[in-house]
Structures are given as structure tokens and as C-alpha cells.
């Protein structure tokens, strides 16, 4: 299936989407802390979430597990109507990536001594020639109105 398919229920109702995102009972525990129980919903195409909570409450946790990152204790996890729990765990991060699953985490995650582009060129996957993800970073920042100067040290640039 891919996203926008729709489903006929068995008995003859209203056809529905097929949901991007499929939780289904997640739960994950650590040491003296239940962070997810029993967690589900769908995001459907187009839809756009919020997790709102307490720190402590399971956010990151739960987006960890999307990213695979982390492996739930019990529960599901589909992508585009296929579970894909088992793939991301096994392939972590890139698997997650491969299929159109992106984080950005919480907290900084870069290397200060390092240039942007070789920063960026740490979380990819498969690209190899620098010149072309030079190009590729300055295009996708300056569409968003934040061009980046891609040689820049990390250390050197503010936290915005």
C-alpha cells in the first residue's frame, strides 16, 4: 500500500485511508519508570501531531521508538499500512530514514570541532561526494530563508 490508499471495511462501509503512521499498543519501560503505556494512535497523510506533556511523561521516549532508536517492551508499529518495527530495530536509524522517517532531536547532537558540512555528511547514509551535499545543504537551507556557509565550524556559529 502506499500513502493515500484506502481500505473497504468487510462489511461494505465507507472506505478509509490508510494511516502514514500506525501505533499500536507501545510500552516501554526502564529501571523504576514506566515511560509509554499501552500507546496508540495514527497520523494520517497530511495530518501534522503535537506531543504535549510533563517532562518525564514519554515524548522522546515514544519518538525514539518511531526512529528506532529504541526498541519498545510490546506494541506495533506500521508504516504505510506495513509493521515495520522489526526492520527499524534491526537497522536502527537508517532504516527509519529509508522508509521517510526523520528526528530531530531535543539535544545538540554535534560535533563543535567539525564544519557544518561535515556535520550533515555524519547522519547520511549514502552520500559520498561532498561537493554535491555542499550544494544539496546550501539549496535546502536557503529555500527555507537560513542559508548556512557550509564550511563554517560548528563552535563558531550561534545557537540559532
Not at 100 to 105: D, K, N, P
Amino acid at each position: 500500500m502506499q500513502t493515500g490508499d484506502t481500505v473497504t471495511k468487510k462489511d461494505g462501509g465507507a472506505a478509509r485511508q490508510t494511516p502514514l503512521l500506525s501505533l499500536d499498543g507501545i510500552t516501554k519501560a526502564f529501571p523504576g519508570c514506566l515511560a509509554n503505556d499501552d500507546v496508540s494512535f495514527d497520523v494520517m497523510p497530511g495530518e501534522i501531531h503535537a506531543l504535549l506533556g510533563e517532562n518525564g511523561a514519554g515524548k522522546s521516549t515514544l519518538v525514539k521508538i518511531i526512529y528506532g532508536v529504541l526498541a519498545p517492551d510490546s506494541g506495533q508499529v506500521a508504516w504505510r499500512g506495513q509493521p515495520v518495527l522489526a526492520a527499524v530495530m534491526a537497522a536502527g536509524p537508517a532504516a527509519a530514514r529509508a522508509m521517510g522517517i526523520g528526528m530531530v532531536f531535543q539535544h545538540f547532537s554535534l560535533f563543535e570541532a567539525m564544519t557544518v558540512l561535515e556535520n550533515v555528511a555524519l547522519a547520511m547514509d549514502d552520500e559520498r561526494d561532498m561537493a554535491a551535499l555542499r550544494d544539496r545543504v546550501r539549496q535546502v537551507s536557503e529555500s527555507y530563508g537560513l542559508p548556512l556557509d557550509t564550511e563554517r565550524h560548528v563552535h563558531s556559529l550561534s545557537v540559532g
